[in-house]
């Protein structure tokens, strides 16, 4: 029984989700697919990149994720599919692959989309439910798609270093409004090296300590811990960090900016001493 997990920024909406499924049900209904979420913001690369990523290192060995967001940012020719630490995965040529990664893929291999046909999200979801069947059913890596392929590729968003500082972006806001940083705590505590540090946002708010749940604070009072995913996460005990401190992420930001393709992150600045 094949395992398939399914992301997206389509929303909840309309029917294509459902449609998304029926698809791959069609193709085989012995297929399990697991929700992992269906609300990640348009053209929001690491948002989406820090969902699946994180997401996709808890599922067992050799399950299919398959990711459908910005298909269509760029007129599409292929899909990808990627095997890495021993998970499939299927994305759009759109450069998202390697965020998610934080690097190259251990192979990877296109899906060629046929040019005569109507290229929509249904249409892409045969391509990779298809690819699926092909893979259990025993067909060679080289049978179902071209391996070794060019694709496109961006960066993962980084934390900046200095000194005696480290400065990360929001890149998620979940909902309780706590505030994801792109800092780990890896990062943190070798930029760290044993010294007290102060935690820096706006309106001049500080944290000078690290929690390690919600509880450690009195009700209302904000917080600093590193998350399930090992990432910088600023708080308030029972309260919305981001509505309360006037925290984004980059959809939030005002039209202008996103008419003007600007990629604006709000920081968070941890000093050193």
């Known amino acids: 029984m094949a395992l398939l997990t399914l992301t997206s920024d389509i929303g909840q909406h309309d029917y294509l989700v459902g449609a998304v499924k029926g698809q791959l049900f069609q193709i085989n209904p012995d297929f399990t697919i697991v929700d992992v979420s269906h609300q990640l913001s348009p053209f929001n690369y690491p948002q989406a990149a820090y969902t699946c990523r994180n997401s996709i290192k808890n599922f067992p060995a050799y399950t299919f994720h398959i990711i459908l967001v910005n298909l269509f940012e760029q007129k599409p020719e292929q899909l990808l599919l990627a095997f890495h630490h021993e998970q499939y995965i299927f ?84 909902n309780f409004e706590n505030v994801i940083v792109n800092i780990t705590r890896d990062e943190f505590e070798q930029q760290r090296k044993g010294r007290s540090f102060r935690i820096v946002f706006k309106r001049d708010e500080v944290i000078d300590k690290i929690s390690e749940t919600y509880a450690d604070v009195s009700e209302g009072e904000k917080l600093a811990l590193f998350n399930s995913a090992g990432y910088l996460e600023i708080a308030i005990n029972k309260g919305n960090a981001a509505g309360l401190f006037g925290l984004e992420d980059f959809t939030e930001q005002s039209q202008n900016q996103y008419l003007q393709n600007r990629l604006f992150y709000q920081t968070v600045r941890v000093y050193f001493e």
């Open 91 to 174: 994305c759009a040529d759109n450069g998202l692959l390697t965020m998610i990664l934080e690097g190259k893929p251990d192979m990877i291999m296109g899906l060629p989309l046929d040019k005569t046909s109507f290229k929509n999200t249904l249409y892409c979801t045969r391509i990779i439910g298809n690819a699926i069947n092909d893979l259990l059913n025993g067909k060679s890596w080289s049978d179902i798609g071209i391996p070794d392929i060019s694709f496109s590729e961006k960066n993962h968003l980084r934390a900046l270093l200095g000194d005696s500082w480290i400065e990360g972006q929001i890149i998620f806001i979940d």
